[in-house]
């Protein structure tokens, strides 16, 4: 996370920001502290880029076409804005004195090739001042939340909520995307011998998706039906449980079971244990050994 200082707007009294990229989609989580009143042009106007305000308290904020002109749609509670490469857009704030937003910013060439994915061209090519999306919003704050997780999983978690959201957002209907039920008896199991090949390391849903020739969006939703989990979760839950195998029947440290399983140190290990668990690590062994 970056604490920037330097040519802040100026109503902006401190600012952070965070970036993580997955394939064809850079993300920048910035919140921001404000006094007053002010304007600023947004990043990115040469590229397209969707922005959305995960976090919004003492006054408004919204988006402008031009800086004197107010934002032709009302200001609702969530929102979100597209805008296409090339367009410029401005950031307005009044009384304003908390904003977190995330911004999503797309090379459509690039995430087009990874998802395997057609898109609506009047859907990337025109703007959307200011909407309202439950779904888009939940799923960009859950990646938000993912941007500093060094977790192996993170990639496979954050290359899904990817493909959730632009296939809601912009994709050409695709009749392969559309088709229901889960994967074939031979599908599921290349890719469940893949994961387990590469345990515990990262690994990318487009690899797997590429593996039985599918979407990465059909893979997902036809994985979840076939296994109960998403993708990610799955491999998370392959992990816990090589955990409880190794605190069961090894003297391993627990750091040395976290390094074994993918974690980047006890802490993490221990977090995640406990919630998917319901104990820590040292209780269950404990209580396996009595």
């Not at 969530?78 to 401005?90: K, N, Q, S, V």
Request: aromatic share 8%; net charge positive.
């Amino acid at each position: 996370m970056d604490n920037l200082s330097p040519s802040l707007p100026d109503n902006v009294i401190g600012m952070t920001r965070s970036r993580r990229a997955w394939k064809g989609v850079e993300l920048e989580v910035t919140g921001y502290r404000c006094e007053g009143e002010g304007i600023h042009l947004l990043p990115h106007r040469d590229r397209a880029r969707l922005t959305v305000v995960l976090e919004e308290s003492g006054g408004i904020c919204e988006p402008l076409f031009r800086p004197n002109e107010p934002c032709p749609a009302g200001h609702i509670p969530r929102h979100i804005h597209f805008a296409p490469a090339g367009l410029e857009m401005w950031g307005y704030s009044k009384s304003v004195r908390h904003v977190v937003d995330a911004a999503l910013v797309f090379d459509f060439a690039m995430l087009g090739e990874h998802l395997a994915m057609r898109f609506d061209t009047d859907k990337i090519n025109f703007p959307q001042p200011r909407f309202s999306n439950d779904r888009i919003w939940h799923l960009t704050r859950l990646l938000s939340e993912a941007v500093n997780n060094p977790d192996p999983s993170m990639q496979l978690y954050g290359d899904g909520i990817v493909a959730a959201i632009t296939s809601q957002l912009f994709a050409a209907p695709q009749l392969a995307d559309l088709k229901p039920g889960g994967l074939a008896p031979w599908q599921l199991r290349r890719a469940i011998e893949y994961m387990e090949e590469r345990f515990p390391y990262r690994i990318e849903l487009a690899t797997l998706s590429g593996l039985i020739n599918l979407s990465q969006a059909h893979f997902s939703r036809a994985f979840k039906i076939s296994t109960g989990m998403a993708p990610y979760q799955w491999q998370l839950d392959v992990r816990i449980r090589r955990a409880q195998s190794m605190l069961a029947n090894s003297g391993a440290s627990l750091g040395e079971v976290a390094h074994a399983t993918g974690f980047a140190d006890t802490v993490h290990f221990g977090r995640t244990f406990r919630k998917l668990v319901g104990v820590s690590p040292g209780v269950w062994r404990s209580d396996c050994r009595r």
